[in-house]
């Protein structure tokens, strides 16, 4: 009932910026998280931000001060724009959101859902 879908990821080369874009639809009730993780080849998936419904961020050490997290409550869309990109920062790209949504019948259900990623290839 619940789909997230990225947009935004690409090639770059070394130092360049990337926008991304997330948008969850379906019967959601309210959004309390929405952020953006990374997965690199032969490595585990890693927080980059997070932001809260209230505006609260969260950043990764690696990515504070490059990377800025946003979010439209009314497009229940989050934005990640990345600066000063680094080579080290190629990665599937997964946007995540912490949510209640509406089942068939009216009950509420809470869902932790992921896109399905969007590779980032940071390269000269």
């Known amino acids: 009932q619940v789909q997230l879908v990225e947009s935004g990821g690409g090639s770059v080369q070394p130092g360049g910026t990337l926008r991304l874009s997330c948008a969850a639809s379906?019967?959601?009730?309210?959004?309390?998280?929405m952020g953006w993780y990374r997965q690199a080849p032969g490595k585990q998936r890693e927080l980059v931000a997070t932001?809260?419904?209230?505006?609260?961020?969260n950043y990764a050490d690696s990515v504070k001060g490059r990377f800025t997290i946003s979010r439209d409550n009314a497009k229940n869309t989050v934005y990640l724009q990345m600066s000063s990109l680094k080579p080290e920062e190629t990665a599937v790209y997964y946007c995540?959101?912490?949510?209640?949504?509406?089942?068939?019948?009216?009950?509420?259900?809470?869902?932790?859902?992921w896109g399905q990623g969007t590779q980032v290839t940071v390269s000269s």
């Open positions: 932001i809260t419904s209230d505006g609260t961020l």
């Open positions: 995540n959101a912490n949510l209640v949504y509406q089942r068939p019948g009216g009950v509420y259900a809470h869902s932790n859902s």
């Open positions: 379906g019967n959601i009730v309210s959004i309390i998280t």
